[in-house]
């Protein structure tokens, strides 16, 4: 078997889906793209095709190596999302010859189903209370949300107090129960990081989300010795050499690669396996599209540390399509009582629904994230 053609589709809202042909008939769907920077992404994605197309599609580990060795410099979110894109669509097209799901192909399932959270409110977390009552009046019994508006590196009492009324809502809507995970988003510097996770003790979070820029990570040494919440951090880092040193000193008690951004499927199931290790917990980044969120439920199936899944249907984000808009059968990513079933149909389990797909891609997109700025004009983190 050969690969003989590929496209690229840029769909809305801000996604980036990948096809790939062989000569047997069979074809493979992958996710390549950093949001905000889908054609850039897009073009590696073309310069990497150029070496797979006249290949054996099944020699995944190879082709990762060779794009990801075979260039001088390594690494970084637009190379690595370009090979996480294409793994995924190599990965999807192996189960689809050897009529089995992915998770078959990397040991077999260590569970049958895994909790998801839902997002509430947007960039801005307003409203919480009512929107966290919705989210669990729907069988969830995880959510997260933005935590804080943008932050100086020493900022006011009043914007913590903010936060903290806003998390105090969501106790008040949803009972002490309920998981609550806290994205600072790299928002925050250290100084006041500490003194939020402090704060925030009280209301016992299922986790509180890049409490500082990754970039920073040296500083979560000082912030976890500040608190007992979970620290979770590692959407912005892209490969398991990226997270060496993360998991060596220690620091963070839960990993959050993507599999659209770090690798793909076949170095996402290196990178949790690595955390597993040092009994650290995983739970995979994905406010992405249905095939990303097919690739994590793959891997998050055979890896016995990942405790749970984010998902973007209904986020803030998808405006104009959503997640489920892109499948033939929906039913795939049915949540029940706060958790998803591991799709078992042959590949990544899922059916992309093509023609709406082509017609999506007429429209395109060119999705940027809001430039954010302190009073003062001096840029702040989005």
């Known amino acids: 078997m050969k690969i003989t053609n590929y496209e690229l589709f840029q769909v809305q809202p801000r996604w980036l889906f990948l096809k790939i042909e062989t000569d047997e008939g069979i074809t493979g769907w992958g996710e390549p793209v950093i949001e905000g920077r889908a054609a850039t992404v897009k073009a590696t994605v073309k310069e990497l095709m150029e070496y797979l197309v006249g290949k054996d599609p099944l020699q995944i580990e190879d082709h990762w190596n060779v794009m990801y060795r075979g260039g001088f410099y390594r690494g970084g979110p637009i190379l690595m999302s370009a090979i996480s894109g294409i793994d995924q669509a190599l990965w999807d097209i192996k189960g689809k010859y050897l009529n089995v799901p992915i998770h078959q192909l990397l040991g077999g399932k260590a569970r049958k189903s895994i909790k998801v959270y839902s997002w509430i409110g947007g960039d801005r977390p307003s409203d919480v209370g009512a929107a966290a009552k919705e989210v ?15 932050l100086q590196y020493i900022d006011s009492y009043e914007k913590i107090d903010r936060v903290l009324a806003n998390v105090s809502a969501i106790r008040d809507a949803v009972g002490p129960y309920i998981g609550i995970g806290i994205d600072f988003h790299g928002r925050v510097h250290k100084p006041m990081a500490k003194v939020l996770a402090k704060e925030l003790e009280s209301f016992r979070p299922m986790f509180i989300e890049e409490p500082v820029l990754p970039e920073n ?24 050499w990226d997270f060496k040193n993360l998991l060596k000193d220690g620091y963070a008690d839960i990993i959050q690669p993507d599999l659209s951004h770090a690798g793909g499927i076949t170095e996402n199931k290196k990178i949790l396996s690595m955390a597993e290790a040092f009994d650290v917990a995983a739970a995979p980044h994905c406010p992405l599209g249905p095939i990303a969120l097919a690739a994590c439920l793959q891997v998050d199936a055979t890896c016995h540390n990942a405790f749970i899944q984010e998902q973007s249907l209904g986020i803030h984000y998808n405006q104009g399509s959503d997640l489920l808009d892109y499948l033939k059968d929906d039913s795939v990513f049915k949540y029940k009582d706060g958790y998803v079933d591991i799709p078992d149909r042959p590949g990544l389990g899922i059916e992309i629904n093509e023609e709406y797909v082509r017609e999506m891609a007429k429209q395109g997109h060119n999705w940027k994230n809001p430039i954010w700025r302190h009073q003062d004009n001096s840029v702040a983190e989005w």
Request: hydrophobic share 35%; no cysteine; charged share 30%.
């Open 217 to 240: 990570n040296e500083a979560l040494r000082d912030i976890a010795n500040h608190t007992v919440i979970p620290i979770a951090t590692g959407e912005r880092m892209y490969s398991k």
């Open 136 to 150: 669990v009046d729907k069988g969830f019994t995880a959510i997260k949300m933005n935590g804080t508006d943008e």
